[in-house]
């Protein structure tokens, strides 16, 4: 059973049940720790592909529920829904979306800490399954004809907060099994949930729509409670857990040549059966290049969440070749931008990994999504083939980045090397670098929602001067890997560093 650690207040994990099971198919009683790693990584895949699925209705029926009388926008086909068919109709779609990012990126930092402080495997379980509860509960509006602005609020508050367990879970638990040798591609292609999930949530509510908006939101809410279930059942948290023993074929590469720690980070964690002390949270901000990741992700998302929310809605609102789009012909075609950003992940992650420069990998990203976005709003309209071409590219430079910063990099800085082999801080460091990026992701939807409504140039130029700023920030760490690029690090500063004496990281503040 699991138990607490009173003076640390923390569970000691237990080997899942369907472990159990699928041990019993073993000749040996055991799973091999690849299969583990194999295991983990799927598990966790899936589990997020279902949380960006269950998000992505509520951009899918916006242009459904929502009926604009201003010249800027095209009526749509169902006639909206109340109260978001009147003038002010995406105003209040876009304060929606406020209140559940708002809640969203606070719950990230609160989830964050206590996800070094509690049984994962049971915690993200929770946040599946309360996620699966609230995105049903808003399509519920549908068959009991609801139309209280302040019903859909609640759900939605409530909704992000569960949604907000899900991210320093799964970053947690993957950075356990994975060292940081292939971390960049491994997670590059992990990161790739996150578009497909967006492309499984705006199928499923695309094709569930022609039945009634209600039910886009039931399908992806079945989907999350289901797989919450399945975690719980299969999710092995960290190897010593599940009694896991490395076949010795893997070379860790958690530390960096010259680093004064020469055993690695996972394998110290195997034989010690992890540090048990969680890392605070002040004291995860101290850690090196934390900050700077999470700013610079406070406007990447602030990027990627107003094409998260908006994207279908602009598509069906903008002549493309001269006509409008349906609405779910829309929603269908917007899932190309979410194609893009799967290609954009593995690419931002197999730059960073070849290149061993996170900062230079995403700052190049991110200058080059400016002029993507210029070009898409500039020349999207005059074809199908230029949209699609366009869209896809914007995709690639805009997720790039976002993917690469939210998992190789939150992985990296939670294993950094001045914890000393520390494992407690996996979780914090994620939730403070997406919870930061997240208050982003709340603003520049809410933003859209007002400044779209004047001109969908002005949204534009927001957008692209968000990721000039976001690049901006990571210009000192670009410059330090750079000069490392270039010149290395002398023997004689290293042999100095190693012998100054450095005040620990106080973990527990």
């Not at 994990?13 to 799973?31: A, D, T, V």
């Not at 048990?276 to 290049?289: E, Q, S």
Request: hydrophobic share 50%; net charge neutral.
């Amino acid at each position: 059973m699991a138990s607490w650690t009173s003076s640390e207040f923390l569970y000691v994990e237990i080997k899942p049940p369907g472990i159990h099971f699928l041990e019993r198919f073993k000749r040996s009683g055991k799973l091999s720790f690849k299969q583990y790693q194999g295991m983990v990584f799927v598990l966790t895949f899936i589990a997020y592909i279902a949380f960006h699925a269950s998000r992505k209705p509520n951009s899918i029926v916006k242009g459904t529920l929502s009926k604009p009388s201003t010249g800027h926008f095209k009526a749509t086909e169902q006639g909206g829904w109340a109260p978001f068919d009147g003038p002010d109709g995406t105003a209040l779609l876009g304060q929606i979306d406020l209140a559940f990012l708002s809640v969203y990126a606070v719950g990230m930092f609160v989830a964050g800490h206590l996800g070094d402080r509690l049984d994962l495997r049971t915690f993200l379980t929770i946040g599946m399954i309360g996620t699966g509860v609230f995105t049903a509960l808003f399509g519920v509006a549908f068959w009991a004809n609801i139309h209280s602005f302040y019903y859909f609020l609640a759900i939605q508050t409530l909704a992000g907060w569960f949604q907000s367990i899900g991210w320093p879970c799964v970053v947690a638990v993957l950075g356990n099994w994975f060292d940081k040798k292939r971390r960049g591609v491994i997670m590059g292609v992990w990161s790739a949930h996150t578009s497909i999930g967006n492309i499984v949530g705006s199928l499923i509510a695309t094709g569930l729509l022609k039945f009634g908006w209600g039910w886009s939101f039931v399908g992806p809410a079945l989907l999350i409670t289901f797989l919450g279930i399945v975690i719980y059942l299969f999710l092995p948290v960290n190897p010593p857990a599940v009694e896991a023993e490395r076949d010795g074929t893997e070379v860790d590469s958690t530390m960096r040549l010259g680093d004064t720690i020469t055993e690695s980070f996972l394998s110290s964690r195997m034989s010690t059966g992890f540090d048990r002390r969680a890392v605070g949270f002040l004291a995860a901000w101290k850690i090196p290049g934390v900050a700077p990741f999470a700013f610079c992700l406070f406007f990447t998302k602030l990027v990627s969440y107003t094409f998260l929310y908006w994207l279908p809605f602009y598509v069906s609102q903008t002549e493309i070749g001269g006509e409008h789009l349906s609405q779910e012909t829309s929603g269908n075609l917007s899932t190309l931008f979410d194609v893009g950003g799967v290609v954009g992940g593995i690419l931002a992650g197999y730059f960073s990994d070849q290149l061993d420069g996170r900062a230079i990998t995403a700052g190049g990203f991110i200058y080059l999504t400016i002029p993507a976005l210029f070009l898409y709003r500039t020349y999207g309209h005059i074809s199908m083939a230029i949209n699609i071409i366009l869209m896809f590219t914007a995709g690639v430079f805009v997720n790039g980045p976002y993917a690469l910063i939210t998992t190789a990099v939150a992985a990296d800085l939670g294993t950094h090397k001045s914890l000393k082999g520390n494992a407690r801080a996996l979780a914090t460091v994620t939730a403070i670098i997406d919870g930061t990026g997240s208050v982003g992701a709340a603003i520049g939807p809410v933003l859209t929602g007002y400044i779209a409504q004047i001109s969908w140039d002005a949204v534009f130029y927001m957008l692209m001067t968000a990721a000039l700023i976001s690049g901006l920030l990571l210009t000192q760490l670009i410059i330090a890997e750079v000069k490392t690029m270039l010149y290395g690090s002398s023997e004689d500063d290293e042999v100095a560093a190693a012998s100054e004496p450095r005040p620990p990281i106080d973990v527990l503040i």
